[in-house]
């Protein structure tokens, strides 16, 4: 791999699209603190 | 370290996540005293009558102070023996005036049964060997049946007793 290769592999991987990891993370944590809320909500309501 | 952006901002969302978690678990139990309902508080399960709380004139609902209550509860398969009453009669319904603190104190005499008072935070294993207790105030009107939750047998669906908050 000649120089030139290397920086374009390592420009390429900063540069990897977490879009879809993000808001399937996103997803996953809403739904984690909302669970959470409405089981707290309910011990402390009953 | 090189992190990707959104990478920074879920992993500050988690950590921030557990903060609170746990700062809330830590309020809970160290400001507001709340544990187990069964933390090593041992009583012979075949003699639970030579614990003061759990002498059969004991069981059931004693007054405390103005709204100070507390129940005994001696759980065995497949009854709850809160007491009798004045004319002798085994108790089965117990009334509470509405915004009471009630300390649920109970044991087993032989397996292990799931005291649980229907609609309420009152939810607590109760082992052999062992005393539960659970304080509680009790704020909401109504009548809640008191069940077992944890299967102890044939009888199983027969230990139940009723609980009245009246205004």
Request: charged residues 20%; aromatic residues 10%.
């Amino acid at each position: 791999m000649s120089n030139d290769e290397k920086k374009k592999a390592n420009h390429n991987e900063e540069k990897s699209d977490l879009k879809g990891t993000f808001v399937s993370v996103m997803i996953l944590g809403v739904f984690l603190v909302i669970s959470w809320i409405g089981a707290f909500t309910l011990f402390l309501s009953r | 370290m090189h992190l990707h952006k959104y990478e920074k901002i879920w992993l500050t969302f988690g950590i921030g996540a557990l903060v609170i978690f746990l700062i809330v678990l830590g309020y809970g139990a160290f400001y507001k005293g709340t544990h187990p309902q069964s933390h090593g508080v041992t009583i012979d399960q075949n003699n639970i009558e030579s614990n003061e709380a759990f002498k059969p004139e004991n069981l059931g609902l004693t007054k405390v102070d103005d709204d100070k209550y507390i129940i005994n509860i001696a759980a065995s398969a497949f009854n709850y023996d809160l007491g009798k009453d004045e004319e002798g009669n085994v108790v089965k319904h117990i009334r509470i005036p509405k915004g009471s603190k009630v300390l649920f104190q109970a044991t087993s005499k032989d397996v292990i049964h799931g005291f649980n008072v229907a609609g309420t935070n009152v939810n607590m294993m109760v082992e052999p060997g062992y005393i539960s207790s659970l304080e509680v105030a009790m704020n909401k009107p109504g009548t809640y049946t008191i069940v077992c939750n944890e299967y102890c047998g044939v009888g199983h669906h027969l230990m139940y007793a009723t609980l009245e908050v009246y205004e």
